[in-house]
């Protein structure tokens, strides 16, 4: 059975203080590991994809890296709209196209 | 721009109640699905289909069913509402082969 765990459940942090997010996981042939961001009463937004260790995705002040076993959502100098919570699932062979998500880490950015 | 629509962004209904929710998508994509999203528990699958009527359980289908009878539509019951199934649903839409799941705005449905 596929597993994510997300770490820490909760973070906050000053405006312009960078920090990690982790997402560990177990799962039966990768297929790909995916981030979303989550507002309050909203949808999740897609924000990347990876697909094989060693591979890294940014955007704006986000970067996404992934190991064998985990991946890494680090922000840099974040500002108060980056608040939101930042989901992590992974999609996985025996899946059949269905993806297993952690629970969140809720993310407060203090100007 | 990928766009999914959710019929209801909020809903409420009462114990014993045939609830219907809608998604619509206008990406041509394959692959839908059906979440629910609850505080501690995160999101978890309750039904997918690949094509125009079919469909598959996920991980957590009792008390709920689906129709697919379009390619950019699909619905999710609940024959007889009950208060646990008070909760956000949330509809995804993807192409086949694992790729990412574009999501809809949810519906918060209250179950009284």
């Known amino acids: 059975e596929d597993q994510v765990t997300q770490s820490p459940e909760a973070l906050r942090l000053q405006e312009g203080e960078s920090s990690s997010l982790n997402c560990s996981y177990t799962?039966?042939?990768?297929?790909?590991l995916f981030w979303y961001r989550q507002d309050p009463g909203k949808g999740p937004e897609f924000l990347f994809t990876l697909y094989s260790a060693g591979e890294e995705k940014e955007k704006e002040r986000l970067k996404a890296t992934l190991t064998k076993k985990e991946s890494f959502l680090h922000i840099t100098a974040p500002k108060p709209e980056d608040s939101a919570t930042y989901l992590c699932a992974v999609g996985s062979g025996g899946g059949a196209d269905g993806l297993t998500f952690g629970k969140g880490t809720h993310l407060i950015i203090q100007p | 721009d990928v766009k999914v629509t959710q019929s209801s962004r909020y809903l409420v209904k009462r114990t014993g109640e045939k609830v219907f929710l809608e998604c619509v998508q206008d990406m041509d994509h394959e692959n839908m699905f059906w979440y629910r999203q609850d505080p501690g528990l995160g999101l978890r699958l309750i039904y997918f289909s690949y094509d125009v009527k079919m469909k598959e359980k996920g991980d957590i289908p009792e008390g709920y069913s689906v129709s697919r009878e379009k390619k950019e539509r699909f619905s999710l019951i609940l024959e007889s509402a009950s208060t646990n199934q008070t909760s956000m649903y949330l509809c995804a839409s993807t192409i086949p082969g694992g790729h990412e799941q574009f999501f809809g705005p949810g519906t918060r449905l209250t179950v009284l």
């Open positions: 799962v039966s042939g990768l297929r790909g």
